[in-house]
Structure formats: C-alpha cells, structure tokens
C-alpha cells in the first residue's frame, strides 16, 4: 500500500478580507479546492507563476494563489480573488 503525504493547509490573515467580497456560493467552491490541495498541491491546474515561488489554481472566475514548503508538508494560501486583479501587487 502506498503511503500518501498530507499537507497542513495554512492562511495568510489576508486572506478572509479577500474572501468577504466573494458571494457565499463561491466561498464554498473555493474552500473545497483548497481542501484538495492537502493531499496534492500540484495536481490538475496547478500553474507556478513565473518569477516567484508560488503556485495557483483556478476555481471558476477565480484565483488562488500559495506556496507550497515540501520540507514541511505546509501549504499557505497566500491570496484569492478575481482572475482580473489577483496578481496586482498590493
């Protein structure tokens, strides 16, 4: 049987300011993605973003952006939002 690393799902604070302004309907589909995250983070659609060391996946009309730290099993959800405006810097 093979044995299967799980990874510790983490958020950056900043992530539920950006999640209030998603309809709840939404916020469920996004929390489910993430949740699949935990078993493997660069699975179907995982995309690493050039120029950085995070990763994002796509849930609809929008992104979600994080890091992943293999040494650690640890993946932080660094941002979530609009495919339009999610990689502007703040």
């Given amino acids: 049987m ?13 992530v539920a300011k950006d999640l ?7 916020v469920r589909r996004i929390l489910d993605r993430i949740d699949t ?3 493997n983070p660069r699975g ?6 050039s120029g950085q060391e995070h990763y994002r996946v796509r849930q609809g009309v929008y992104r979600i952006v994080y890091e992943i730290h293999d040494d650690r099993l640890l993946v932080i959800v660094v941002k979530i939002g609009h ?3 999610v990689y502007e810097k703040r």
């Fill in 2 to 14: 093979a044995s299967y690393k799980v990874y510790t799902i983490s958020f950056k604070q900043s």
């Fill in 20 to 26: 209030r302004v998603i309809p709840k309907q939404d």
């Fill in 37 to 39: 995250l935990a078993t």
């Fill in 44 to 49: 179907e659609g995982c995309v690493k973003l």
């Fill in 83 to 85: 495919r339009s405006g």
